[in-house]
T-cell receptor, first 114, second 112 residues
């Protein structure tokens, strides 16, 4: 039974399109995250939600909009996709927001913008 | 501005030997450190962590050492096994900033 799942696993699209990535966790956690791993392999936090409230919003273009319909889901919508958006996007969840809490990651969504 | 640095992109060791992965950090506010392991096409999985009030934490074959004065931590794997072959990420958090900051990762290859 997958703890943190993401769909789709692969996404290939044209510049200018709008796309969404979905994330679901069945761990009962109250905090969810989106990370981006770019070509340089750095894993960088983009957003975090705690109990459906946005608590971390890094310097990310406003073309990226997270939505948390409930504690178990955090979706990422990207408007007007650009070449530089190509990356692997990871969803994660944890119980609590403290930096000492373990985060559980999904398998990632590889986004390729042509 | 890399606050967490893993200067070795890759490391190759023989099965049964010790693997030592290193991590340096620059932010003095970091007070909690974690290691994550990542296999290809999977998300990172938590391996071991250490608080800044300790200098060593051990879990089975994995030991993390923290040298606060040098702002350096290391992960020791003894004995190394082929299944340990993966990318290892060092991460840190601290102060009022509870988000995790990750290093770039080190690819460990354990040869049979």
């Amino acid at each position: 039974d997958t703890a943190v799942s993401q769909t789709p696993k692969y996404l290939v699209t044209q510049m200018g399109n709008d796309k969404s990535i979905k994330c679901e966790q069945n761990l009962g956690h109250d905090t969810m995250y989106w990370y981006k791993q770019d070509s340089k392999k750095f894993l960088k936090i983009m957003f975090s939600y705690n109990n459906k409230e946005l608590i971390i919003n890094e310097t990310v273009p406003n073309r990226f909009s997270p939505k948390s319909p409930d504690k178990a889901h955090l979706n990422l919508h990207i408007n007007s996709l650009e070449l530089g958006d190509s990356a692997v996007y990871f969803c994660a969840s944890s119980q609590g927001t403290s930096g000492v809490t373990k985060q559980f990651f999904g398998p990632g969504t590889r986004l390729t913008v042509l | 501005d890399q606050q967490v640095k893993q200067n070795s992109p890759s490391l190759s060791v023989q099965e049964g030997r010790i693997s030592i992965l290193n991590c340096d950090y620059t932010n003095s506010m970091f007070d909690y450190f974690l290691w994550y392991k990542k296999y290809p096409a999977e998300g990172p999985t938590f391996l071991i962590s250490i608080s800044s009030i300790k200098d060593k934490n051990e879990d089975g074959r994995f030991t993390v050492f923290l040298n606060k004065s040098a702002k350096h931590l290391s992960l020791h794997i003894v004995p190394s096994q082929p299944g340990d072959s993966a990318v290892y990420f060092c991460a840190a958090s601290g102060g009022s900033n509870y988000k995790l900051t990750f290093g770039k990762g080190t690819l460990l290859t354990v040869n049979p």
